[in-house]
């Protein structure tokens, strides 16, 4: 889906960053800038800016940056689409797409989720209020789920019917197919999908229906236990979380997420006071998974036997809490027991599984080391050391690696370095150096960045790459000259750390000179080049050194002067070509 450029840059300039923000951040204007509290992270002072003119906003705490766009996707959890549609909405702008085609795709997604919203409620009402559907309510009450948990996650019955859902929903037959709710018999006949099953609908994050879920009864002679809605055009299993509508908000709060196998699971989490709890829906955890949990928190609670499918799944966990920065722990749920069970029998042992889980790895340790607590001999407790060590030596991390050596160690009684020295030379990938801090100084070559961004004609015929000595703010300076001083389309040039650079810049309010500001830089960079010549033999050059001194002296002596600040603009962008 793609929306045209147009489009986007008339909502971009007419619709105030700062009227957006307002509502999530009491902001405060200070100089230029206006302030608050950052939405996106618990802090006391304000760190979290906005420049109005250039409709930017950027927090010095948390480091999160971007434009209105971006604004509405971090704090409502949507697309750029998404985010796109709300805010022509909010300004009245009619959304051209790019083509026919996808145009009659929105349309059609649309009519998809409206049939399956009619659906949901139809079952829902069924289960409530329907004479055919007493078993299931009465099964429902033995599992624990009051009347105020049934109607929180609309729950449903499908009667045990051919078409009672077909008669009543009275769309056409394609409809019905490409949502999941029928499908065509061998007769030709529209027949429903679902027949005597308690139903669990499964929504967006936003809170559109999307698909099914349904359990049969016990007693049933129904051989599926579980029926799911298919793939749709509204629906990818692996890119959905059921829950994700309702727990969103809690796992923003809490910077955690808890994913579990089932439906009953999370609704059992909910029950026990742990309002943060998803599930897959009927899959493995996959990548889009996490591409999409990423939004909203960096920890992972499994409750689920994450260890069963093996080294290939520590791999990819290993994997993705490097790619997406992600921490993946797992609740240490008590033996034969399911969090749907828990949360009737003990709910406080749920909660204590979610507040003491382990690191991924850690919990793989200790299964394995609890398991041999009887490891009492020499040779037991070596076998247990090589055990350990294998799992251990699956992890990228070679510090990681070395911590836990230690743990074994300390555990099996064997050399703590003969353990480290395995942990170095042993696993996959091996990190041999931390992320640089993104954090840079606020000097001059700063404060030049923010004069570009701010006023491009006041200061931009003055700056050559040769005056930015710091690579990163060479980078930032790079994409702003090859942008012509486009804030947007620089962002998309720059790498990611020259990117948080450029919007720490947007919305710096500094209130310096533009001139007095690149000659602060030039006397540093002819300075600096002039240390480097001094070896020089050829005449010609060292006359013309011996000149940058002289008009480096007299820009010393003169502030007005643009004379010498050109001159010596030129010198410095020759020799440093000279040297590249």
Same mark, same amino acid.
């Given at each position: 889906m793609a929306i045209a450029d147009d489009d986007i840059e008339r909502i971009r300039t007419g619709v105030s960053i700062v009227d957006v923000i307002t509502p999530h951040v009491a902001l405060k204007r200070v100089g230029r800038n206006w302030t608050g509290l950052c939405p996106f992270h618990p802090e006391k002072s304000?760190?979290?800016?906005?420049?109005?003119?250039?409709?930017? /906003?950027?927090?010095?705490?948390?480091?999160?940056?971007?434009?209105?766009?971006? /604004?509405?996707?971090?704090?409502?959890?949507?697309?750029?689409?998404?985010?796109?549609?709300?805010?022509?909405?909010?300004?009245?702008? !009619?959304?051209?797409?790019?083509?026919?085609?996808?145009?009659?795709?929105?349309?059609?997604?649309?009519?998809?989720?409206?049939?399956?919203?009619?659906?949901?409620?139809?079952?829902?009402?069924?289960?409530?209020?329907?004479? #055919?559907?007493?078993?299931?309510?009465?099964?429902?009450?033995?599992?624990?789920?009051?009347?105020?948990?049934?109607?929180?996650?609309?729950?449903?019955?499908?009667?045990?019917?051919? #078409?009672?859902?077909?008669?009543?929903?009275?769309?056409?037959?394609?409809?019905?197919?490409?949502?999941?709710?029928?499908?065509?018999?061998?007769?030709?006949?529209v027949q429903d999908s679902f027949r005597g099953r308690i139903l669990f609908p499964i929504f967006t994050p936003e809170g559109d229906p999307i698909a099914l879920g349904g359990r049969i009864l016990p007693g049933s002679t129904d051989p599926a236990k579980y029926k799911n809605s298919p793939e749709t055009p509204i629906y990818a299993k692996s890119r959905t979380f059921y829950g994700l509508n309702w727990a969103k908000g809690e796992i923003v709060n809490a910077n955690q997420a808890v994913i579990c196998e089932g439906y009953t699971d999370v609704i059992g989490f909910h029950r026990a006071g742990v309002p943060r709890a998803i599930a897959t829906c009927g899959t493995a955890l996959t990548e889009d998974h996490v591409r999409l949990l990423k939004r909203y928190a960096s920890r992972v609670v499994l409750s689920f036997d994450a260890d069963a499918a093996g080294q290939g799944a520590a791999e990819r966990f290993y994997e993705w809490e490097q790619k997406y920065e992600i921490e993946v722990y797992v609740a240490k749920l008590p033996p034969g027991t399911d969090p749907g069970e828990l949360a009737v029998s003990d709910p406080a042992a749920l909660r204590a599984a979610v507040d003491h889980a382990l690191p991924f790895l850690g919990f793989r340790l200790e299964r394995l080391l609890e398991a041999n607590r009887g490891a009492t001999s020499p040779e037991q407790r070596s076998r247990l050391a090589t055990k350990a060590m294998e799992i251990v030596s699956e992890h990228p991390d070679v510090n990681v690696r070395k911590l836990y050596a230690g743990q074994i160690a300390t555990r099996t009684g064997l050399p703590v370095a003969d353990l480290v020295a395995v942990a170095e030379r042993r696993g996959g990938r091996i990190i041999t150096a931390p992320r640089p801090d993104r954090r840079v100084r606020d000097g001059a070559e700063f404060v030049a960045l923010a004069n570009l961004i701010q006023d491009w004609d006041g200061i931009a015929a003055w700056l050559i790459e040769a005056l930015f000595r710091d690579e990163l703010h060479l980078r930032a300076f790079r994409a702003l000259a090859e942008s012509g001083g486009n804030l947007t389309a620089a962002l998309e040039l720059a790498d990611p750390e020259a990117r948080t650079v450029l919007e720490r810049a947007a919305v710096a309010d500094v209130d310096f000179d533009p001139m007095?500001?690149? !000659?602060?830089?030039?006397?540093?960079?002819?300075?600096?080049?002039?240390?480097?010549?001094?070896?020089?033999?050829?005449? #010609?050059?060292?006359?013309?050194?011996?000149?940058?001194?002289?008009?480096?002296?007299?820009l010393d002596e003169s502030l007005t002067d643009p004379a010498p600040t050109d001159a010596l603009l030129q010198w410095l962008d020759r020799r440093s070509e000279e040297r590249d």
């Open positions: 304000p760190s979290f800016n906005v420049r109005e003119e250039i409709g930017r /906003f950027h927090c010095f705490g948390c480091g999160k940056s971007g434009d209105v766009f971006t /604004f509405v996707q971090e704090i409502e959890h949507v697309d750029f689409v998404s985010a796109v549609e709300r805010l022509a909405a909010k300004a009245g702008i !009619q959304i051209t797409y790019t083509n026919d085609g996808q145009s009659k795709e929105r349309q059609r997604r649309k009519r998809l989720v409206e049939a399956m919203e009619q659906a949901v409620e139809w079952y829902h009402d069924r289960l409530l209020t329907g004479p #055919d559907a007493g078993a299931a309510r009465g099964y429902l009450r033995s599992r624990g789920f009051d009347s105020e948990t049934v109607r929180k996650f609309r729950l449903g019955w499908a009667p045990d019917d051919w #078409d009672q859902l077909a008669k009543h929903l009275r769309v056409p037959d394609d409809v019905l197919r490409d949502t999941g709710l029928g499908f065509m018999n061998r007769r030709n006949r007095m500001t690149v !000659q602060v830089l030039l006397r540093s960079g002819v300075r600096r080049m002039l240390a480097l010549r001094t070896h020089e033999t050829d005449p #010609d050059q060292i006359r013309e050194d011996d000149e940058a001194r002289r008009l480096l002296h007299s």
